[in-house]
Nanobody, 119 residues
Framework: QVQLAESGGGLVQAGGSLRLSCAAS????????MGWFRQAPGNEREFVAA????????SYADSVKGRFTISRDDAKNTVYLQMNSLKPEDTAVYFC????????????WGQGTQVTVSS
């Protein structure tokens, strides 16, 4: 089992920045990749960014490229999402997720943290 806990959400003005954190615990050695997703009211959950454990390869949704950066601190079993130049359309609940080795889907999810960007 893997447990994920997000933090760092809040209210920010457009153009501002926030950094989200996702701390993993439990069988963290089984994690192959970590991702961030978001869900706005009335919308489906969408992919934001991901980072692999081996090699640290990153990927981003087109809507956040150049503004968001995903990173990890292996010593702390924590993944971060640095969000800059925030826009009102970035408003959503942000979830982190973990994909295990051998899995083709994200297996564990955090409870989510609210990000609200005011115009």
């Amino acid at each position: 089992q893997v447990q994920l806990a997000e933090s760092g959400g809040g209210l920010v003005q457009a153009g501002g920045s926030l950094r989200l954190s996702c701390a993993a615990s439990g069988r963290t050695f089984s994690i192959n990749a970590m991702g961030w997703f978001r869900q706005a009211p009335g919308n489906e959950r969408e992919f934001v960014a991901a980072i692999t454990r081996i090699g640290g390869s990153t990927s981003y949704a087109d809507s956040v490229k150049g503004r968001f950066t995903i990173s990890r601190d292996d010593a702390k079993n924590t993944v971060y999402l640095q969000m800059n130049s925030l826009k009102p359309e970035d408003t959503a609940v942000y979830f982190c997720a973990a994909r295990l080795f051998g899995s083709s889907r994200y297996d564990y999810w955090g409870q989510g943290t609210q990000v609200t960007v005011s115009s």
